[in-house]
């Protein structure tokens, strides 16, 4: 069974950064892209970032690039997302997710972990 578990977030002023981790089991982690979504209220799911299976490849949204890095521990299973110089649109919760197709698709998110950016 897939499982995805995302931590990390919390109250933030802007300005300032989060590291959020993704722990996955069940499925042969050094074989996918993983990436990271994010959700706001209202809105539908938005691509953050991504990172081939062996980390050489990254890609990331015009809207973080700059500000966020991802990187992944193979050998852990882990997958991490830091997010600098935080803005208040950041505020969104962020899910992790098993990669499928291209860059940017994926088949299975975990259940996601809350940033919010507020002074």
């Known amino acids: 069974e897939v499982q995805l578990l995302e931590s990390g977030g919390g109250l933030v002023q802007p300005g300032g950064s989060l590291r959020l981790s993704c722990a996955a089991s069940?499925?042969?982690?050094?074989?996918?892209?993983i990436a990271w979504v994010r959700q706001t209220p209202g809105k539908g799911l938005e691509w953050v970032s991504s990172?081939?299976?062996?980390?050489?490849?990254?890609w990331y949204a015009d809207s973080v690039k700059g500000r966020f890095t991802i990187s992944r521990d193979n050998a852990k299973n882990m997958v991490y997302l830091q997010l600098n110089s935080l803005k208040t649109e950041d505020t969104a919760k962020y899910y992790c997710?098993?990669?499928?197709?291209?860059?940017?698709?994926?088949?299975?998110r975990g259940q996601g972990t809350q940033v919010t950016v507020s002074s």
């Open positions: 997710a098993k990669g499928q197709g291209q860059f940017d698709e994926y088949d299975y």
């Open positions: 069940g499925f042969r982690f050094s074989n996918y892209h």
């Open positions: 990172i081939s299976s062996y980390g050489y490849y990254k």
